[in-house]
């Protein structure tokens, strides 16, 4: 009897000691069927204890079984310290995605790229208006005439067709539209009001480039129709996001008339011209003033094209271009700098 209980208490002692060198989590698990499954030395102790007396072999037992369940709480403990080294190994190796690679046999860094300060700034833009509760529309680059001038107002022969000089595809009936003012038009045609939509995109027109204007650029559309918006709204929530976009106190902002075909009253916006500080310079032609977008009361005809009544509904629209908006936020003096795709240039743009 005494011996048995030697020989349980050296196992013991042998396995807590044993325990605190286990390294990793498959040398727990081939501990745990060595040292406490059916033929480990303590089960084969506690087989052949059949020679004791009764009362000795419940003596035996009770100790035996404590001896196991401590070992197996060490075990236990130890397998949870293994774990947790694990994890905090885990979280110290975490992969930076960021950081930039190599290129092939050089050892040279490779240069990270930025985004587009066109994207950057539409992004801008969608954020900000999110917060007066627009949601985001899209509309085709390649319109039927009906979507880009006649559904707005500008029937054909239409002499304010003039200000946007176009590049038509097919026998004048598809052409690439020259501003995002058809997305007003397919969205009223699609939603019921209250509608309450920005649309930024690619517009073209038959112009020639220089510091300010391109064949190519991007506009966004603001269009909201409900029962009761007005011209004091549109100017509140123009007036507040063009504050948050360009976040600059110096920037003065100007509302004149103006006339679209497709708003009723028609304003302009214009920003002090940040170049020169409204002494007059080449980019804002002498004026002191750069147009920035064009606005108004959406025009009850174009309601009706679009199946809405306006005796029943009301509303304003928007349409601004984007490079001049980045030219004015960055100091950007000429817009055929944003597609040279010059790394010098858009370098200096680092936003991520
Ligand atoms: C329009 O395109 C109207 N659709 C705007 C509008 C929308 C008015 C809704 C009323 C209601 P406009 O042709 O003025 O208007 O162009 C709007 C803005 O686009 C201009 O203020 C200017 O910021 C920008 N823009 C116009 N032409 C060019 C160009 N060639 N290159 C770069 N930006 C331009």
Redesign the pocket.
């Known amino acids: 009897m005494e011996k048995i209980k030697k020989d349980v208490e050296k196992i013991w002692k042998t396995s807590i000691s044993a325990i605190e060198t286990l390294e990793n989590l498959e040398d727990i698990k081939k501990f745990h069927s060595t040292n406490l499954g059916k033929n480990s030395d303590l089960s084969a102790i506690l087989r052949n204890i059949s020679k004791l007396t009764i009362s000795e072999r419940k003596e035996i037992g009770q100790f035996a079984n404590k001896v196991k369940e401590n070992i197996s709480n060490n075990l236990k403990q130890q397998e949870e310290k293994l774990r947790q080294t694990l994890y905090d190994k885990e979280d110290s190796e975490t992969i930076d995605t960021t950081i930039s690679g190599y290129k092939l046999n050089t050892g040279k860094t490779l240069s990270i790229g930025s985004i587009h300060p066109i994207s950057a700034m539409i992004k801008l833009i969608e954020d900000t208006f999110a917060v007066y509760g627009f949601e985001i529309a899209e509309g085709p680059e390649i319109e039927t005439d009906w979507f880009c001038f006649q559904a ?1 107002n500008i029937p054909i022969g239409h002499p304010a067709r003039d ?2 000089d176009t590049f038509y595809i097919k026998e004048d009936e598809l052409l690439p539209r ?4 058809s997305v ?1 038009i397919r969205t009223m045609q699609n939603n019921a009001p209250p509608i309450r939509i920005i649309a930024p995109g690619k ?1 073209y ?1 038959n ?1 020639n ?1 220089d510091s ?4 190519m ?3 966004f ?3 909201v129709i409900d029962d009761k918006s007005n011209l004091k709204d549109l100017s509140n929530i123009l007036q507040g996001a063009l504050k948050r976009i360009f976040d600059n106190e110096n920037i003065r902002l100007r509302i004149r008339n ?1 006339y ?1 075909p ?2 009723e009253p ?1 304003i ?1 916006i214009d920003c002090s011209c940040i170049f020169c500080d409204m002494k007059g310079c080449k980019i804002c032609s002498n004026k002191g003033w750069l ?6 009361m ?1 025009h009850p005809q174009v309601l009706r094209n679009v199946n809405i009544d306006p005796n029943k509904y009301q509303g ?6 984007i ?3 980045v030219m004015i936020k960055d100091r950007v003096d000429d ?1 055929r700098l944003f597609y040279e795709n010059d790394i010098r240039f858009l370098s200096q743009f680092r936003n991520i």
């Open positions: 707005l200000m946007q020259t501003h995002t003012s007003q517009v027109r112009e480039s300010r204007h391109s064949f650029f991007h506009q559309e603001g269009l103006s679209f497709f708003t028609s302009e147009e920035l977008l064009g606005a108004g959406v304003f629209a928007f349409g601004t271009g490079e001049r908006l817009t």
